[in-house]
Antibody, heavy 118, light 107 residues
Framework: EVQLVESGGGLVQPGGSLRLSCAAS????????MNWVRQAPGKGLEWVSY????????YYADSVKGRFTISRDNAKNSLYLQMNSLRAEDTAVYYC???????????WGQGTLVTVSS | AIQLTQSPSSLSASVGDRVTITCRAS??????LAWYQQKPGKAPKLLIY???SLESGVPSRFSGSGSGTDFTLTISSLQPEDFATYYC?????????FGGGTKVEIK
């Protein structure tokens, strides 16, 4: 069974940093591209970032470019999102999502809440 | 970037009703459209991809159609577990984008 489990969320002040993790199991993690998608409270879904299976290709949404860094460790079956210079508008539940193909998401984790507030 | 407009934003329906949700893209996206179901406090679940392909394990009462700019998700006979919010998503162009969602509520 495919499982994605996020962790690392919490309350952080504006301008602060946070690192999210996503532990994958039940599939060959190193063969799949992965993504982060977020959802602000009561709002819709917003794609945040993509990383290829090897980590060689990375994309970001314009809203996070230059502030967030996606990475992965295939030996540890883990995906990461380093978030710097956080803003109030980054407050959201962050989901890691497996890429079925071409930025189509077939499995999602349960999400981790990031709250940016003073 | 491609914009996706869903309609309606919410609807009330009864168990057994036929429900139709539409998604319109701001430019043509071929058949690169997916539909997700999200229940409160839960992650989205993939229902339909490539506009009309049913994801494994999804009940056959869900179906999708369309290509180009206009797409439809149909639930042929609404069940109690189908009350949720539904999102369309395009994956033809970068960046991937989601519609605003359609909340299906109990009448």
């Amino acid at each position: 069974e495919v499982q994605l489990v996020e962790s690392g969320g919490g309350l952080v002040q504006p301008g602060g940093s946070l690192r999210l993790s996503c532990a994958a199991s039940g599939f060959t993690f190193s063969s799949y591209e992965m993504n982060w998608v977020r959802q602000a409270p009561g709002k819709g879904l917003e794609w945040v970032s993509y990383i290829s299976s090897s980590g060689s290709t990375i994309y970001y949404a314009d809203s996070v470019k230059g502030r967030f860094t996606i990475s992965r460790d295939n030996a540890k079956n883990s995906l990461y999102l380093q978030m710097n210079s956080l803003r109030a508008e980054d407050t959201a539940v962050y989901y890691c999502a497996r890429d079925k193909y071409q930025l189509l998401f077939d499995y999602w984790g349960q999400g981790t809440l990031v709250t940016v507030s003073s | 970037a491609i914009q996706l407009t869903q309609s309606p934003s919410s609807l009330s329906a009864s168990v057994g009703d036929r429900v139709t949700i539409t998604c319109r893209a701001s430019q043509g996206i071929s058949s690169a459209l997916a539909w997700y179901q999200q229940k409160p406090g839960k992650a989205p679940k993939l229902l339909i991809y490539d506009a009309s392909s049913l994801e494994s394990g999804v009940p056959s009462r869900f179906s999708g159609s369309g290509s180009g700019t206009d797409f439809t998700l149909t639930i042929s006979s609404l069940q109690p577990e189908d009350f949720a919010t539904y999102y369309c998503q395009q994956f033809n162009n970068y960046p991937p984008a989601f519609g605003g969602g359609t909340k299906v509520e109990i009448k």
